[in-house]
């Protein structure tokens, strides 16, 4: 997973995370969120966490609510409705623990992932964004 998120988010050069993921990312996700995986036969092609609000430092998930969290797809294995996938199975898992919204954050660079949010019922809420060590962090969410 962690190579699979670094890909993702360390290694885009159009900005965002600087640091790469470690097994020790994931095994914190492991412990604090629900992480959802696609498996195909060359391994882990997709991966998120669903967290609940105020489990950990830095969330935009309020108590209540649920964050998205590090939706990634491998490259080979996108614009195949694995991103899809995996935001509709949070959303379900979300109303079935009695959430009353999910949020998520994003960069501003990501217009992908962002158009993929807002077909499935997210809308931006810039009254939540904020700045990390690693740039602009843009919210959207969704009440369920």
Do not use: N
């Not at 914190?28 to 959802?36: C, K, P, Y």
């Not at 949070?90 to 077909?119: D, T």
Request: charged fraction near 25%.
């Amino acid at each position: 997973m962690a190579a699979l998120w670094t890909a993702a988010y360390s290694d885009d050069p159009r900005g965002g995370r600087v640091t790469p993921y470690s097994a020790g990312d994931f095994e914190m996700a492991l412990e604090a969120g629900e992480v959802l995986v696609v498996e195909a036969e060359s391994g882990s092609v997709a991966v998120v966490v669903l967290y609940e609000g105020g489990v950990r430092d830095g969330q935009v998930a309020d108590i209540g609510e649920f964050e998205l969290s590090r939706l990634a797809v491998a490259e080979k294995f996108r614009r195949e409705g694995l991103g899809r996938l995996l935001v509709e199975a949070c959303l379900r898992l979300a109303v079935e623990k009695g959430g009353s919204s999910i949020v998520l954050w994003s960069r501003p660079h990501q217009v992908e992932a962002h158009g993929l949010y807002i077909e499935l019922g997210f809308v931006r809420s810039p009254d939540r964004d904020s700045e990390d060590t690693d740039g602009t962090r843009v919210v959207f969410a969704r009440s369920l």
